[in-house]
């Protein structure tokens, strides 16, 4: 927006609007926006000044711009913490299939588990 308002300005420097210029670039912006969200806005304006005509601009055009990055951002941990979830279930999964045939070893004499290390000690290693 901003290099179009410069655009404008150049090429009207050899024009001979005089007191008109702030107008007729305010009319150029209001109907060359391509947003019709901005352009709605500028039209509702009832006193629409060149300069409050760049400020809403500029301001709308931010904005959509900060919403754009936030919404990615938000996708982004949308997607870490499904990644964070699935993670954990995986984990305590993994856990209780563990557990449940360290247990079933256990009640076959096959394995032990040494309480103090956490480990898994099988009988053919404690007899060595």
């Not at 247990?103 to 290693?125: F, H, N, P």
């Amino acid at each position: 927006m901003s290099m179009s308002i410069v655009e404008l300005r150049r090429l009207s420097e050899y024009c001979e609007f005089g007191s008109m210029l702030n107008e007729i670039i305010r009319d150029r912006i209001v109907c060359g926006i391509a947003d019709d969200r901005i352009q709605r806005r500028l039209l509702s304006e009832p006193e629409l000044t060149f300069e409050k005509a760049v400020e809403l601009s500029l301001a709308i055009e931010l904005a959509s711009k900060i919403f754009k990055i936030c919404m990615k951002r938000r996708e982004q941990l949308d997607m870490q913490m499904r990644l964070m979830v699935y993670h954990h279930m995986f984990t305590n999964l993994i856990r209780k299939l563990i557990t449940a045939t360290e247990r079933a070893w256990w009640y076959t004499g096959v394995i032990r588990v040494d309480s103090k290390m956490l480990s898994v000690i099988t009988v053919e290693e404690e007899v060595k």
